[in-house]
């Protein structure tokens, strides 16, 4: 498996032939595109009850994939390709433990959580925008030298998780509502 990670992450990785103009959309994406997902979100605060429903969903899964990947980088130690010395490093950063992706699994469960929140009527459309933006988040990552594609598949997929669990949570804790008495 690291064999193969390894060769993914040569493939993906930018080179020093890479045009000047894909580099810096690679930072783009991995710098400012994670804040403008996030100011997304901030219409839906005033966007009436479902809306804030849907947000606090989103926050939710986006916390819990925040706590899992800390756990998970708690107990497991992975080295950054550039601390292992393969391909090239084009943002910096620091040399900390890289499985799995915070960016991956914020930006995940950002968009995990947006579509399982959502009405049902935008959910088609609206999966396919947020997932671009995942995706397009998560290969920055691996294209800048600073994760895995391995650290950035679980990412993706912790928030994925994440968002399942939210929403059981939040199911949960309507139907309890609903049963219990008013006091």
């Known amino acids: 498996m690291a064999e193969l990670d390894t060769l ?15 580099l ?26 479902a809306a804030r429903r849907q947000l606090l969903g989103v926050c939710l899964t986006m916390a819990l994939a925040w706590l899992a990947v800390r756990g998970i980088r708690e107990a497991v130690h992975a080295a950054r390709p550039f601390e292992l010395g393969l391909g090239h490093q084009w943002l910096a950063h620091a040399a900390s433990a890289g499985f799995p992706s915070f960016h991956a699994a914020v930006a995940g469960a950002w968009a995990a959580g947006l579509a399982a929140f959502a009405p049902h009527r935008a959910r088609r459309w609206l999966i396919l925008l947020v ?9 920055s990552r691996v294209f800048l030298g600073l994760h ?6 679980v990412g993706l997929a912790l928030g994925l998780v994440c968002a399942a669990a939210a929403r059981q949570f939040m199911g949960w804790q309507g139907r309890r509502r609903a049963v219990l008495p008013a006091t």
């Open 8 to 22: 993914l992450f040569l493939w993906i990785n930018a080179t020093p032939g890479t045009p000047a103009w894909l």
């Open 24 to 49: 810096a959309l690679a930072r783009w994406i991995s710098t400012v595109l994670p804040a403008l997902a996030l100011l997304a979100l901030a219409p839906l605060a005033i966007a009436g009850p």
């Open 131 to 139: 997932a671009t933006v995942a995706l397009a988040i998560a290969w």
């Open 148 to 153: 895995f594609v391995s650290d950035v598949a």
